[in-house]
């Protein structure tokens, strides 16, 4: 049987595209000072991950990604932005205990990082049972409420919480009369 030969260069490739995105567009959402960019980053995120999902062969949590994060939680928080009135940002100065808090943060963040990327390489992983199914709407609504069942349950508390912010943005927006 002859495999094509640029399939793992490929398949490599969408990995590290995959990568890049959810990376990129981390750092987008979290760096941006604008509201709306910010929220072009989480979907750029969302969907990086989603395509990191699917190399975990789960296609059904990418879908999920897709569906709630980038296709609810994105488009909430954008009616919310467009609910809220516009506000002329004020241009001030960094304080100095704004500057101690990023610097602190980026200490943590580089030290969860460390110990995640120590405990990815030097962790006593077993490689993982392949299960297959048919993929029907039996074997999924089973997997949901089972196997996935928490998994299932963080993406609707997720979506939840998503729901509510975007109610405080707007409702914040709004002068009270």
Not at 2 to 15: G, K, V
Not at 47 to 54: A, K
Not at 95 to 121: D, E, N, P, Q, Y
């Amino acid at each position: 049987m002859t495999t094509f030969p640029a399939a793992e260069w490929i398949s490599t490739m969408m990995f590290l595209l995959a990568l890049a995105a959810a990376g990129s567009g981390a750092l987008i959402a979290a760096l941006s000072t604008r509201v709306i960019r910010s929220v072009c980053g989480l979907a750029i995120c969302c969907l990086g991950l989603s395509g990191l999902y699917w190399f975990l062969h789960s296609p059904f949590l990418a879908m999920m990604e897709i569906l709630i994060y980038v296709g609810a939680v994105c488009v909430t928080i954008v009616f919310a932005i467009m609910l809220a009135e516009p506000d002329e940002p004020a241009q001030e100065e960094p304080r100095k205990s704004a500057l101690i808090w990023t610097g602190v943060s980026l200490t943590v963040a580089l030290a969860l990082f460390c110990g995640l990327a120590h405990l990815g390489v030097r962790g006593n992983w077993q490689e993982a049972q392949a299960r297959t199914t048919d993929g029907s709407i039996r074997e999924i609504g089973i997997s949901l409420l089972t196997t996935y069942s928490a998994a299932f349950e963080m993406i609707s508390l997720v979506l939840l919480i998503a729901i509510l912010g975007a109610l405080v943005i707007a409702r914040g927006g709004r002068e009270h009369s």
